[in-house]
């Protein structure tokens, strides 16, 4: 072995060139500037599961499950590209991107790298399949009462605490039987608006 390369090799094993990581913590070191798109944060009593982060992920790396009356949403971080979509779609402003950007995990570590909150299922109250998240639906009805006319608020949110308990299929079917046609809002609508 040359004289050159022994030096070389003594002054590896005497001082470290790199940072230790991860014994020194890269934050550290790092400017942790605003808006840094880190690690997802849930917040999940906020979430209603609809899914729209899911439909909008860029690579896939967010995705929705059914199963057995249970809604899945996962973020996988080994696949995500921080492009912040989900983010902006979110209705409910449940998710955001953290400033915890060390992500680096060895292989037993990964399971580290996903994220995942659950929501429940409705069920249909006549053929009893999954309709979408019991959170979504109060949403929607909510949301629907807030923009309709005062004068039929009463009648169409009663209406629709039991027209959103049915799946669509059973909706269209049942509608009539139901008694939830539109003429009965345009004449609820009508007539008060008269009187
Ligand atoms: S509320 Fe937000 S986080 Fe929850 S499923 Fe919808 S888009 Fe995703
Ligand atoms: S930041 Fe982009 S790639 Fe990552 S989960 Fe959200 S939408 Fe998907």
Redesign the pocket.
Do not use: D, K, M, Q
């Given at each position: 072995m040359s004289r050159a390369l022994m030096k070389e090799l003594i002054k590896g094993l005497l001082k470290p060139f790199t940072i230790g990581y991860p014994s020194v913590a890269p934050r550290k070191y790092a400017q942790i500037v605003e808006g840094l798109r880190g690690k997802?944060e849930v917040q999940e009593d906020k979430c209603i599961g609809c899914g729209a982060?899911a439909r909008?992920?860029?690579?896939g790396?967010?995705k929705l499950t059914d199963h057995e009356f249970k809604r899945t949403l996962s973020?996988s971080l080994k696949e995500?590209?921080?492009?912040?979509?989900?983010?902006e779609v979110c209705p409910e402003d449940a998710l955001s991107?953290s400033t915890d950007f060390e992500l680096a995990r060895t292989r037993d570590e990964e399971r580290d790298l996903e994220i995942k909150w659950m929501n429940e299922l409705s069920k249909c109250l006549n053929c009893g399949k999954p309709i979408t998240t019991s959170k979504q639906i109060e949403r929607v009805r909510e949301r629907v009462i807030e923009n309709i006319a005062p004068q039929a608020k009463g009648v169409i949110a009663e209406d629709l605490k039991v027209f959103l308990n049915y799946c669509p299929a059973c909706r269209k079917e049942l509608a009539y039987k139901l008694g939830f046609h539109p003429a009965k809002y345009y004449l609820v609508l009508s007539t008060r608006n008269v009187t």
């Open positions: 997802h982060c909008r992920c860029s690579t790396a967010l973020v995500c590209i921080f492009c912040y979509r989900c983010v991107l």
